[in-house]
């Protein structure tokens, strides 16, 4: 079946400092990219949608600035979280879905602590 | 808007006991549905899904839902738990296809006992 690999699937680092989440599908190109952020005992949050080639579509009460999206490939798509503080220490998953009528495949999930 | 509700935030049930995990939707189309199943710091695993057809799916790990369209609800079901399907357990409703994203419930945490 489909996969997407998400890396890396836990990071520390320190207040203030800048962290990249990659999502990559493995075995099919994909056009579409959706990022959630699930905070601890609760649910999946959707924060942004991307197409390759295009700008990420944001949720509402979603920092562009601070959570940068960027899908440049069909295999590829990362989520930057600048200048980052406890409070984004999260657990962030990345799903992609192919061309036509296909699933959402779901990676591993990044937990990010801020220190 | 899509939505999805899981009445149960917490259930807990004896090893060998039937299990139902609860899950209503609103959806303006043709809904496709889901289960997930997570483990604690663990990514989400797929139990089944429903598109269209036989409105009973069965899924893994002896898992089942059915699609009630009257009712809007697909419920998962489990004639015999084991100790390790305690998790946290995700319904989910979207399209199967473009931007639009699956729209998850709140989950529902399973508890086993022994």
């Known amino acids: 079946g489909a996969v997407v690999s998400q890396h890396p699937s836990w990071v520390i680092c320190k207040s203030g400092t800048s962290v990249k989440i990659e999502c990559r599908s493995l075995?099919?190109?994909?056009?579409?990219m959706f990022w959630y952020r699930q905070f601890p005992k609760q649910s999946l949050m959707l924060m942004a949608t991307?197409?390759?080639?295009?700008?990420?579509?944001?949720e509402q009460g979603v920092e562009k600035d601070k959570f940068l999206i960027n899908h440049a490939s069909l295999t590829l798509s990362t989520l930057t979280v600048t200048s980052a503080h406890p409070e984004d220490s999260s657990f962030y998953i990345c799903?992609?879905?192919?061309?036509?009528?296909?699933?959402?495949?779901f990676g591993d999930g990044t937990r990010l602590s801020i220190l | 808007a899509q939505s999805v509700t899981q009445p149960d935030i917490h259930i807990t049930v004896s090893e060998g006991a039937s299990l139902e995990l609860r899950c209503n939707y609103s959806?303006?189309?043709?809904?496709?549905l889901f289960w997930y199943v997570q483990s604690p710091g663990q990514g989400l695993q797929l139990l089944l899904k429903?598109?269209?057809?036989?409105?009973l799916v069965q899924g893994i790990k002896g898992f089942e839902a059915e699609f009630k369209r009257s009712q809007s609800s697909f419920n998962l079901r489990k004639p015999s738990v084991h100790w390790s399907d305690a998790a946290e357990y995700f319904c989910?409703?979207?399209?199967?296809?473009?931007?639009?994203?699956?729209?998850f419930g709140k989950g529902t945490r399973l508890s086993v006992i022994a």
């Open positions: 799903s992609a879905r192919g061309r036509g009528n296909q699933p959402q495949h």
């Open positions: 075995d099919f190109q994909a056009t579409t």
């Open positions: 991307s197409n390759e080639g295009s700008k990420a579509t944001y």
């Open positions: 959806y303006g189309a043709t809904p496709y």
């Open positions: 429903y598109f269209s057809g036989d409105t």
């Open positions: 989910a409703v979207g399209q199967n296809s473009g931007n639009t994203p699956l729209v």
